[in-house]
């Protein structure tokens, strides 16, 4: 199979900083999303690693590790708003449907 | 705007009555797809669209039909909808496979 694991769920606070992290089996990787989705609402982009580092976009930032079969999100100062879902998705070579994880949802406390 | 558009948002239908959601982009993108949310499970794949006319069958495909005559429109229809079909469904479209998704805003089916 080709499991994504992420955590269920997270609280942080306000202004904070917090990792959520992705694992996932590197046989045939060929790319990993991050998305954002509110409750009720659609995925939204937010990031895509095909090779090993850092991407950094604003307040969100998403490392790979292609050989650990790592990835994480960085979301930092943390704003209410930032309550939501968080969704790992993986494109596998020979494979048309990404692999989605189930989500983090992260609660972000005043 | 870019945008993808899904309709109904919110279905009740019962067992066995034939349904059709809609889902149209406005981006020109070749890849459609259709994915089913379930608590625990994830999105999941029930379609892919390559271009118009060319379909395949994602990871979860039983008792849903697509079609793409055109390439803005790929409805999903479900021929005889039952209670195991509730779910939270997205259309999506990119212009390539590593792409970004763009996801509608979501149609929430129950059958009964």
């Known amino acids: 199979g080709q499991n994504i694991d992420q955590p269920t769920e997270m609280t942080a606070t306000e202004g904070a900083i917090v990792q959520i992290n992705c694992t996932y089996q590197?046989?045939?990787?060929?790319?990993l999303f991050w998305y954002q989705q509110h409750a009720g609402e659609a995925p939204t982009f937010l990031s895509y690693?095909?090779?090993?580092g850092l991407e950094e976009k604003g307040r969100f930032s998403s490392f790979l590790s292609r050989s650990k079969g790592y990835s994480y999100l960085l979301l930092k100062e943390l704003q209410m708003k930032d309550s939501a879902s968080y969704l790992c998705?993986?494109?596998?070579?020979?494979?048309?449907?990404?692999?989605f994880g189930s989500g983090t949802r992260l609660q972000v406390q005043p | 705007e870019a945008q993808v558009t899904q309709n109904p948002r919110y279905l009740i239908t019962v067992t066995g009555k034939k349904l059709t959601v809609t889902c149209s982009q406005n981006?020109?993108?070749?890849?459609m797809s259709w994915y089913r949310q379930d608590p625990g499970l994830g999105l999941r794949q029930i379609y892919y669209?390559?271009?118009?006319?060319?379909?395949d069958k994602g990871d979860v495909p039983e008792g849903y039909k697509v079609s793409r005559k055109e390439k803005r429109n790929f409805p999903l229809i479900l021929e005889s909808p039952s209670p195991n079909q509730t779910s939270l469904y997205f259309c999506?479209?990119?212009?390539?496979?590593?792409?970004?998704?763009?996801f509608g805003q979501g149609t929430r089916l129950t059958v009964v």
């Open positions: 999506a479209s990119t212009s390539g496979p590593g792409t970004e998704a763009f």
């Open positions: 590197t046989s045939g990787f060929n790319g």
């Open positions: 690693n095909v090779l090993d």
């Open positions: 998705a993986v494109r596998y070579t020979g494979r048309r449907a990404l692999t």
């Open positions: 981006m020109n993108h070749e890849y």
């Open positions: 669209s390559m271009n118009v006319e060319v379909t």
